[in-house]
């Protein structure tokens, strides 16, 4: 069965540019670090399209062009996410229809789970700090898989700890590299789009767009929630 005709039966989230519209925050620590480091070509575009998804121990040996020792990778991760943290706290909120949409899917009886690279104190800062993560039976993080996206390994993750095959689960992703990584997993994929146009997202694999929670397309609506009315 191909994933565009699969039953829904679970939805994974992505959770940075998805769940909550951080993306510009994130891309900004970003160039700040960059900056620092004597590295003045990155820009936030930049990052956005070719990092954004990817574990940080495969973003900053990439930037830096060398293998780092663990100790230094934590330090500029750490540094990093701190600055992120300290620069969004004050702006944290769920993306557009997003609370209204997970209770929703919970009403209906999908099994929810998130799908991030995020590291443990950025998912504290969302999950916690807006009081969601009840709602979602599992959190995979980076931690939890070998490969980030684009690799297809930690939605494969979602899916087997929600039970749920892959080809089953409802993806929604903001970034081409979670695109890819969704599709490659075999997930029917919703872009949402807080940081790339509908037109990259579909070209990256996408079978829907919206622009927030609130204005999912009625046709994916329809295969969500009709057999559950």
């Known amino acids: 069965m191909t994933s565009a005709a699969a039953p829904l039966l679970a939805a994974v989230f992505d959770m940075d540019g998805t769940l909550v519209d951080n993306m510009d ?11 620092k480091l004597g590295l003045d070509g990155l820009t936030a575009e930049r990052f956005q399209n070719e ?22 990778l934590d330090a500029l991760a750490e540094e990093k996410e701190s600055h992120y943290r300290a620069i969004y706290r004050p702006y944290l909120a769920l993306h557009r229809g997003a609370e209204g949409f997970l209770h929703r899917l919970r009403e209906a009886n ?12 950025n998912r504290e800062l969302v999950l916690d700090g807006l009081s969601v993560r009840p709602l979602f039976a ?11 996206k684009p690799a297809p390994d930690i939605f494969l993750a979602a899916a ?3 039970q749920v095959p892959p080809e089953s689960c409802l993806a929604f992703e903001d970034a081409i590299n979670g695109v890819l990584s969704a599709r490659a997993a075999g997930m029917v994929t919703v872009g949402i789009t807080t940081t790339t ?4 997202l579909k070209n990256a694999g996408a079978h829907y767009t919206a622009p927030d929670f609130d204005t999912l397309p009625p046709e994916l609506l329809a295969r969500l929630f009709a057999s559950r009315a």
């Not at 599992?138 to 980030?148: F, K, L, N, S, Y």
């Open 51 to 72: 990092f954004a998804g990817k574990k940080n121990e495969e973003i900053l040996p990439q930037l830096l062009g060398r293998t780092l020792s663990v100790a230094e």
């Open 25 to 35: 925050f994130h891309n900004r620590a970003w160039v700040t670090l960059a900056r």
């Open 197 to 200: 146009t509908a037109e990259a």
């Open 160 to 162: 087997k700890a929600l």
């Open 110 to 121: 999908l099994p929810l789970a998130v799908a991030t690279a995020a590291p443990h104190g």
């Open 138 to 148: 599992h959190v995979v993080g980076a931690e939890q898989v070998t490969r980030g």
